[in-house]
């Protein structure tokens, strides 16, 4: 009797898995009418820590040793792993200046405390519109716009084209499959 020997290969790369996560969050927010503001946040939160897993995602493949950065900050990796590339990041400008936001956000979640907001007025006994339109929200809160959500998801995509413009097939292979491999051998 015959025996198939099966072998069955993926290579998960995160960076697309969570971008792929963010830009989803960001469709469902266009169609809902309602609390797409939780969409946003998922949206932002996911391409954040895409920005995490192309440092670490790319790094790994690209630079030898690369266990030795670990503990380096997300913008540190992607530092690293652009000018491995021969890219020169400038953060003052996109889609860098985005992905520095999305890392100050993620932080903000990760390490959310609470605040106390106020805000005080003066204003004459007619003039009431001015005492209750009064909106606080705290630094997070303000980062999260439709914007904000939009322009992270095309930062993440635009860092991953410009990196992967600069790879050899092998590691473009390695960076951009995420696709399963079937392989089958028949024994007598």
């Given at each position: 009797m015959s025996i198939v020997h099966t072998k069955t290969e993926r290579r998960f790369n995160p960076h697309l898995f969570l971008l792929q996560g963010a830009q989803y969050h960001l469709r469902l927010a266009k169609v809902k009418t309602d609390r797409c503001y939780y969409d946003w946040i998922r949206a932002i939160l996911l391409a954040a820590l895409s920005i995490e897993a192309i440092g670490n995602s790319y790094g790994e493949v690209l630079i030898?040793?690369?266990?030795?950065?670990?503990?380096?900050?997300?913008?540190?990796?992607?530092?690293?792993?652009?000018?491995r590339c021969g890219i020169k990041p400038d953060f003052g400008k996109q889609p860098w200046q985005t992905a520095r936001g999305l890392i100050i956000c993620r932080n903000r979640i990760a390490h959310a405390k609470r605040k106390h907001l106020e805000d005080l007025k003066e204003c004459s006994l007619n003039e009431d519109g001015p005492l209750f339109k009064v909106k606080l929200e705290s630094d997070l809160e303000k980062m999260?716009?439709?914007?904000?959500?939009?322009?992270?998801?095309?930062?993440?995509?635009?860092?991953?084209?410009?990196?992967?413009?600069?790879?050899?097939?092998?590691?473009?292979?390695?960076l951009t499959c995420n696709g399963h491999e079937y392989y089958a051998h028949v024994s007598p």
């Open positions: 030898p040793g690369w266990e030795d950065f670990e503990s380096a900050s997300p913008i540190a990796k992607l530092r690293l792993v652009a000018t999260i716009t439709e914007d904000f959500a939009g322009q992270s998801c095309a930062a993440v995509d635009q860092i991953i084209k410009d990196l992967n413009k600069t790879l050899k097939v092998s590691e473009l292979r390695d």
